[in-house]
Nanobody, 121 residues
């Protein structure tokens, strides 16, 4: 059974940092494209970062401020977020895809329950 469990969310002031983690069981990270998505209230879910064959990719909204990483030995995914802005607030989800090309949610068939990030101005 595949499980993805996010942690590390919280409340922070603008300009602050947070580190999200995703503990993965039931699949091997190195065999999957792993991604981070977020959804703000009233908005569609959007992809912010993914790592595929060790290569990171970022949305324009977070490029230069967020860093995605994975630990194959621990089977965990992380998202380090710097210089947070109020518009970064939302529920953050990690997800796994056997293959991915972009941030198409249709590619990602395993999802966590999410962790809330709130950035105040």
């Amino acid at each position: 059974q595949v499980q993805l469990v996010e942690s590390g969310g919280g409340s922070v002031q603008a300009g602050g940092s947070l580190r999200l983690s995703c503990a993965v069981s039931g699949l091997t990270l190195s065999s999957y494209c792993m991604g981070w998505f977020r959804q703000a209230p009233g908005k569609e879910r959007e992809g912010v970062a993914r790592i595929n064959n060790g290569m990171p990719y970022y949305s324009d909204a977070v490029k230069g401020r967020f860093a995605i990483s994975q630990s194959i030995t621990r089977n965990t995914l992380a998202l380090q977020m710097y210089s947070l802005k109020p518009e970064d607030s939302g529920m953050y989800y990690c997800a796994a895809a056997p293959r991915c090309n972009g941030f198409s949610e249709e590619d990602f068939n395993y999802w966590g329950q999410g962790t809330q990030v709130t950035v105040s101005s």
